[in-house]
């Protein structure tokens, strides 16, 4: 018959396991270094990952302490594109500040 679905009851189970999978969610982190200045640092946790001033205040000064800092947990597109947005942010501005992902 025309139209007629073949796919078994356990395939279309199987798909929509897949289809309703929740994305791998990855921490984004700031590294430390000696030479980005803090108020750039506070300037990206607001601008980027939209952080309250004072909450980025203590994200900064986590980072510089213990030589990294959680800024946010997010799918791994969101996650790559806030890392470039440190970097190309950082660089444009002349310093050497770093961002790392890893998976949650
Ligand atoms: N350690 C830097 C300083 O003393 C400040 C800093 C904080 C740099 C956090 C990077 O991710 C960073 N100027």
Same mark, same amino acid.
């Given at each position: 018959m025309a139209g007629t679905d073949r796919?078994?009851?356990?395939e279309?189970?199987?798909?929509?396991?897949?289809?309703?999978?929740?994305?791998?969610?990855?921490?984004?982190?700031?590294?430390?270094d000696d030479y980005t200045t803090m108020e750039f640092v506070v300037e990206v946790l607001e601008s980027i990952f939209h952080k309250a001033p004072a909450e980025a205040f203590r994200i900064m000064m986590n980072v510089h302490?213990?030589?990294?800092?959680l800024c946010g947990v997010y799918?791994? /597109?969101?996650?790559?594109t806030?890392?470039? =947005?440190v970097v190309t942010s950082?660089? /444009?501005n002349g310093f050497p500040l770093r961002a =790392?992902?890893?998976p949650e």
């Open positions: 796919r078994t009851d356990s279309i189970l199987e798909r929509t396991r897949q289809e309703t999978k929740k994305p791998e969610l990855f921490k984004v982190f700031l590294l430390n302490t213990q030589g990294k800092g799918p791994h /597109e969101v996650a790559e806030k890392v470039d =947005a950082a660089r /444009e =790392a992902m890893e």
